[in-house]
Structures are given as C-alpha cells and as structure tokens.
C-alpha cells in the first residue's frame, strides 16, 4: 500500500526565514497532495494542496512543488511569523479509493521571534 | 462553508463501558467520511472510511467489533468504541469529504475538512 515519509520531524526556524519539508510517496498512482496544518489540540487545517498535473502551486507565502518522477512534494514557507509555528502534516491521495488519504508523520515548526 | 462538527469533545469513561463519538457535515453532504485515532505527537492513522449506507471499511489491525461505525446519512456519521479500555485513549477525530466542486472536489480530488476531535480517557 501507498506509504509517505515525512522529514524533517521537527524544524526550528528564526522569524523572517524560510522553511521547507519534504516528503515521499511510495505509490506512482497517487494523485492528490494536500498539506495540513494542525495547532495544538486543534483541528488539521487544509492550508495548500496540489494535483499531480501540477508542478507547483503557490499561495501568498505558501508553495508546493511536486516532482512526480522523484515522488517528492515539498511545502515552502517564506518569511515565517511566530504564528506559523504548528505540526505540519503531508498526505497522499489515490482518487480510485474514495480519497483516502494516507499521511506523513509530520514536522513540529518551531518560528523564534 | 465545509463544516464539520464533533461531538463530545472531550469524554472520561470508566472500563468496560461504550462511548459514542458523532460526527456531522453541517452545510454539505459528505461523499465519504474517514475516521482517525492520533497518538501525542504522531501522525494521523487512519481506522477506517465510512460510506453512507455501507459498511465501513476497516484498515488493517482495526478491530471492526471493537470500533463500530455507523454512516446512517450524508451528513451524520457515528464511531462507538465498544467495551473501552485505558488503552483505548487517544485522540479521535473524524473528517468528511465530497467529490462537490463547489467544495474544491471533483476530478478524483476531494478535500477532507476535519472535525475538532474528540479526547477519549478511559479510567
């Protein structure tokens, strides 16, 4: 089955800086790729997503860039605030399953004022 | 819009007793809803995805007599963890998702919008 390696599992950054996490997929037929943002006994939060006919998708301070040969996506977040600071977790999707969903293990982003 | 609402949110139950967790899609109705159990400071495992007026289908090591669901309709989905244990205890939260358009679906593509959980402590 489709398994997703996440990295790296927790990220400190100063506020202003970049962050990036990376992710692998097992399975060359998944087709959907979300991010979610999950705060402390909160919710998951869709924060971008991408589809595999895309290579890149990019929102305000948010991007995601999705090598389909590699089987990498990764979530670039540029001039981080305090308030980015949140478990990030990325998923996988096949669309023949109903969208199941198959997540990562998540990144702990720490942004120091 | 993609409400998605869970009840209780937090519940303590003693041994051997059987609580039920509901999840709802307030303003839409949901194609599929997915039920999730998470550890501190883990990921997201998914136990189960849940059709309306089907029977749930199980992920591998989920005990389906132990963690009954019921999807009666598009907007209501029910998780009742059977006979609890202290081991049980954990973080369940459920999510609904639609193939809509409207909703950011179609094409294979349908997001998940995720209820806030529920906090199971069994004593």
């Known amino acids: 089955g489709e398994n997703v390696e996440q990295h790296p599992s927790t990220l400190s950054v100063q506020e202003g800086d970049s962050a990036v996490i990376k992710c692998t997929y097992s399975d060359s037929a998944s087709n959907y790729f979300p991010w979610y943002k999950q705060e402390l006994g909160k919710r998951p939060q869709l924060i971008i997503d991408?589809?595999?006919?895309?290579g890149e998708k990019k929102d305000q301070r948010i991007a995601v860039t999705l090598n389909k040969t590699a089987k990498h996506f990764s979530l670039h977040i540029t001039e981080t605030q305090p308030e980015d600071s949140a478990v990030y977790f990325c998923a996988a999707s096949m669309g023949n399953q109903g969208g199941k969903l198959i997540f990562g293990q998540g990144t702990e982003l720490s942004v120091k004022p | 819009g993609a409400v998605v609402s869970q009840h209780p949110s937090w519940v303590i139950c003693k041994s051997g007793t059987s609580v039920k967790i509901e999840c709802r899609s307030l303003d839409f109705q949901a194609t599929t809803m997915f039920w999730y159990r998470q550890f501190p400071k883990q990921s997201l495992m998914l136990m189960a995805t849940s059709n309306e007026g089907s029977k749930a289908t199980y992920e591998q090591g989920v005990e389906k007599d132990k963690f009954l669901i019921n999807h009666a309709s598009l907007t209501l989905s029910t998780l009742t963890v059977t006979s609890a244990h202290p081991e049980d205890s954990s973080f369940y939260i459920c999510?609904?998702?639609?193939?809509?358009?409207?909703?950011?679906?179609?094409?294979?593509?349908?997001?998940?919008?995720f209820g806030a959980g529920t906090r199971l402590s069994v004593l």
């Open positions: 999510s609904a998702s639609s193939f809509n358009i409207a909703l950011g679906g179609g094409g294979n593509k349908n997001i998940q919008y």
């Open positions: 991408i589809r595999s006919n895309v």
